[in-house]
């Protein structure tokens, strides 16, 4: 039984890994950012938002592995100047402490602390997360109304958080094939919005309007297999 679980763990994890290489030769890359990333062109982003993004979450990894116990298991995720914290914490004191690490964080504008307060996933737990990441991005990729680029995926014990600057309906739909995916026990849209109209411009390569905030939001919806029953 064991040794089975073990190999069901190990392939859904290959698989992952696979589906993710195959997704990454999708953006345009335009040129090393701080944190080992890259700059996308086809962002939707400002290039100064994804530096200073990448800039973020150097700062913030750092910090929290720093001042926090080992025990925490802490993803940190920033898309446009908010920062998502996801995974685990061992006590409420450390998860709001996350909380104000990261708030302190130059150009950081907001935090969504989405922390558990239980003890750290393991392992099976987080490939399966992976793999659950994976189907997700193939999923956006497929599809024809949407763009998988302007979309980041991130999974933390089978919930699913969804980050990205999107239109109404695009949000709708990403939301909608992450539900979709079996195992996907939530789907957490932490979007922020523009209207048809900016989204056209940004499509033809105009730059993102200076001093416009969009519209955000933290949503969180039963995955499409759950609400049909």
Known sequence: ?????IGKTVGRTILALSLLSSLQGCPLLVAGAAGGGALVASDRRTLGAQTEDREIQVKAVAQLKRELPNEAHISVTAFNRRVLLTGEAP???????????????GNVQEVVNELAVQGASSFA???NDSYLTAKIKASHV?????????????TERGIVYLMGLVTNSEGKRAAELAGRVPGVLQVVKVFQYISDAEAK????????????APTSEVNKTLPTSSQQK
């Open 1 to 5: 039984m064991i040794a089975t679980q």
């Open 91 to 105: 006590n409420a004191s450390a998860k709001l402490k996350a909380e104000t690490i990261v708030r302190a964080i």
């Open 125 to 127: 737990s987080r490939s």
């Open 142 to 154: 497929n599809a024809p109304d949407i763009s998988a680029t302007f979309i980041k995926v991130v």
């Open 201 to 212: 411009k940004l499509s033809l390569g105009a730059p993102p309007q200076p001093g416009h």
